[in-house]
């Protein structure tokens, strides 16, 4: 994804307590992004890629895949937690198209902290010219994240 340059810093996990936010990550997704997104999980479906199939189908752009939002919630934990944390739970739901060239945030809120484990809050909004949020892209998001560990499959305790 065309990123734009992050000044997140990596904090002290243990000085984390409920209601801090999570520091946002901002992305606008291009249609390059979502072609190379394509390739990497061979999800050919015309909508994501193929301007004039959605312009038959009277859409203003192709659609971002949904999954991407997964990916970019993921990718905005591990810049704000560092290499040592692992996202062991992730849950959302769609709620609007997001289309090629928009912009969306990615925001969210510490729900829950302890040793080794925290739960925030997630959404992904699509932010006008402004900078204002213009809608919800997805929302309803959870996020259990591991401290220090990893595990699953291959992990050894």
Known sequence: MSAEESSVQL???STIVVGDPVPPLTRTISLVDMVA????TW??????YD?????EKKLPAPMVDGQVFGALLVEQLQDWLGPQSFVRELSFTFKNLVFAGETVRCEGEV???SAGRLEVD????????????DR????GARAVVLLGQA???????
């Open 111 to 113: 729900t829950a902290a």
């Open 51 to 55: 301007p004039a199939y959605v312009a």
């Open 136 to 139: 919800l892209a997805a929302g």
């Open 11 to 13: 904090i002290d996990q």
């Open 151 to 157: 595990d699953g499959p291959g992990t050894t305790r």
């Open 122 to 133: 997630l959404r992904v909004v699509v932010v006008a010219e402004d900078g204002s949020v």
């Open 37 to 40: 997104y394509a390739g990497a």
């Open 43 to 48: 999800d050919w479906y015309r909508s994501h």
